[in-house]
């Protein structure tokens, strides 16, 4: 049965309740990270634009050789469009994209000499970039406290009534009012993480999620845990028990375990699909 726990919630029980939702997520995912691969902020600024409508898992196969021949914002900015959009063809709108980078590219290399500013004023003006995106490349790159709104951090949000709202920036705010700016990075990754593993679009796994008693959205999906259990996705897969067992035990090393098994096809049994960080 659906649990109504937000109709007559006070602000205080409300975020008591947010809060405590992050604590058990952080325990579920103490692993939980950037699922774009990047070494540096400009890497990530492109990572996360070619990540639009396209999975993470896509775009960390394209960027290696796109790296390698533009390392940074003058060369890509001196970009042949043809060779630019071969390269990230297989990520979708390619044409589109590359005119962003490009564009995205010169301007960075014209107004910051080069190098991808650290302000979200200042990400916000380049082509391409909204706030999502500039969260994203300054709680990663910059270290700086910023809540990512993408499609499972909108969807999870409204799930847990801590938003009503469709609107990223609304969405944005809201959440902000619950959590101190120290949780805000951690927390985008706690729940696009639960939302790309437990709590589909689609046919959430409720029964086998790990806030279901604090979530009021709870059957929405499947509360048989047996049948939940069949519907979680990558290393919380039937069958994936030791990867997720290794990624605990190496919480540090995480990213270089998912490239690791996403290249050699253990991914695509429970991939982690769809959009940014």
């Not at 910051?112 to 990400?123: A, I, N, Y």
């Not at 029964?207 to 047996?226: M, Y």
């Amino acid at each position: 049965m659906r649990r109504r726990l937000t109709a007559d919630e006070s602000p205080l029980a409300l975020t008591r309740r947010a809060r405590k939702i992050d604590r058990i997520l952080g325990e579920f995912y103490p692993y939980a990270h950037a699922e774009l691969d990047f070494r540096t902020p400009f890497e990530l600024l492109v990572a996360t634009v070619l990540s639009a409508q396209t999975t993470d898992v896509r775009v960390n196969q394209v960027t290696p050789l796109l790296f390698a021949r533009y390392p940074d914002a003058r060369a890509l900015s001196e970009a042949e469009p043809e060779s630019l959009e071969e390269i990230i063809k297989p990520t979708g709108f390619f044409r589109a994209k590359a005119k962003s980078l490009h564009v995205l590219s010169q301007r960075i290399v014209d107004e910051f000499d080069g190098v991808v500013p650290g302000r979200l004023e200042d990400l916000v003006t380049l082509p391409g970039v909204g706030r999502k995106t500039a969260n994203v490349v300054l709680g990663n790159a910059f270290g700086v406290p910023g809540i990512t709104v993408d499609t499972h951090f909108g969807r999870l949000a409204r799930r847990f009534g801590w938003t009503a709202s469709d609107d990223p920036v609304k969405v944005e705010q809201d959440v902000m009012e619950l959590f101190p700016p120290r949780d805000w990075t951690m927390l985008s990754h706690h729940v696009v993480f639960h939302g790309r593993r437990v709590c589909h679009a689609r046919r959430p796994a409720c029964g086998a999620c790990p806030v279901a008693t604090l979530c009021p959205a709870f059957g929405d999906g499947e509360t048989d845990p047996e049948k939940a259990r069949k519907l979680l996705k990558y290393e919380l897969a039937p069958g994936q028990e030791a990867l997720r067992a290794e990624m605990i035990e190496n919480v540090h090393r995480a990213a270089e375990i998912r490239r690791r098994t996403q290249g050699h096809g253990v991914a695509r049994a429970g991939d982690p699909a769809g959009g940014a960080v």
